[in-house]
């Protein structure tokens, strides 16, 4: 008896498994990517990340003799982690409006959707610590 509930187990056990779709080779790869504070701390700027953007997409790898980008090795996201910020500007010394509107450094990222735009165009997500 106990044997044969066992081998009931297992066959649901295996059924179940089998039921569910395989993984495909998008799901098996790790979430890549560039982060800015890896390479930049706090000292980033809007005209930094365009350049990252660009290096992301330009073709400058050879995969079996045919010019690829990193974009297309599967690192499809930038992320601007920190430095962003306008740092005392806001209420009580914070980089937040009174309304709770975070403050961005113009004076580092004149434009931070035109920055994003960019790296939309070029068919890189894009995106933010606080967002």
């Not at 004149?110 to 967002?131: E, F, I, R, T, Y």
Request: net charge neutral.
């Amino acid at each position: 008896m106990a044997l044969s509930l066992l081998a009931a187990a297992a066959a649901v056990h295996i059924a179940a498994a089998a039921a569910v779709s395989p993984p495909t080779a998008r799901s098996r790869r790790p979430p890549m990517g560039w982060r800015s504070w890896n390479l930049f701390e706090l000292d980033v700027s809007q005209q930094l990340i365009e350049g990252q953007i660009e290096g992301l997409i330009r073709r400058r790898h050879s995969i079996d003799g045919k010019p690829t980008s990193l974009l297309e090795l599967g690192y499809v996201s930038i992320g601007l982690d920190d430095g962003w910020q306008d740092c005392g500007a806001g209420t009580n010394r914070t980089y937040h409006s009174a309304d709770g509107t975070p403050l961005v450094n113009r004076s580092r990222f004149p434009d931070l959707g035109a920055m994003v735009a960019v790296g939309h165009a070029s068919g890189v997500q894009m995106g933010c610590k606080w967002l």
